[in-house]
């Protein structure tokens, strides 16, 4: 289908190759639905949004959400995404080294390869991060301190890569 604001509504043009195309003064399209507002799937490219301002505008519990056999989402520009408000990632998160410990081991919920970047840091007292080992077998990295805990020492991770 492919639609303008009122001189072609309703009608096909056989000589694009676009499934749907619209043009407006205000917006090009405007999809809602009771579950999905617009589902873009194909082999290649889900959705192509180019415009001189924004490419995509959405809002909702999950405004926008993307899953992917290789890569869920590509960001490129300038500034390749600008956050407002707190960011969540599943490979980062806290680990509580014991009274008397020097590492404690976290599953970080990510492939483990040679080349991961670990970030630690302790949050509470009680001893300093000295290093990260990584097990790539175990998807697993072990976070060690420069000394045994003199008490519970909580460190925050993040795995990139």
Same mark, same amino acid.
């Given at each position: 289908?492919?639609?303008?604001?009122?001189?072609?509504?309703?009608?096909?043009?056989?000589g694009w190759i676009d499934g749907i195309r619209a043009v407006g003064n205000d917006r090009g399209g405007y999809f809602y639905g009771v579950n999905y507002g617009a589902v873009a799937s194909s082999s290649q490219?889900?959705?192509?949004?180019?415009? +001189? @301002?924004?490419? #995509?505008? %959405?809002? +909702? @519990?999950?405004? #926008?959400? %993307?899953? +992917?056999?290789?890569?869920?989402?590509?960001a490129e520009g300038p500034v390749a995404i600008q956050a407002q408000g707190a960011v969540t990632f599943s490979s980062a998160g806290r680990v509580t080294v014991p009274l008397g410990a020097s590492s404690a081991v976290v599953?970080?919920?990510?492939?483990?390869?040679?080349?991961?970047?670990?970030l630690a840091t302790a949050q509470t007292r009680g001893g300093q991060v000295?290093?990260?080992?990584?097990?790539?077998?175990?998807?697993t990295v072990r976070i060690h301190l420069a000394a045994p805990a003199s008490q519970p020492v909580q460190v925050a991770y993040f795995v990139i890569g």
């Open positions: 289908m492919f639609a303008t604001n009122e001189e072609y509504a309703g009608t096909t043009d056989p490219v889900g959705l192509l949004a180019d415009a +001189g @301002d924004v490419g #995509v505008e %959405a809002s +909702g @519990d999950t405004a #926008v959400k %993307a899953a +992917g056999s290789d890569v869920g989402l590509v599953t970080p919920g990510t492939d483990v390869i040679n080349s991961s970047m670990v000295l290093r990260v080992t990584r097990n790539t077998t175990a998807d």
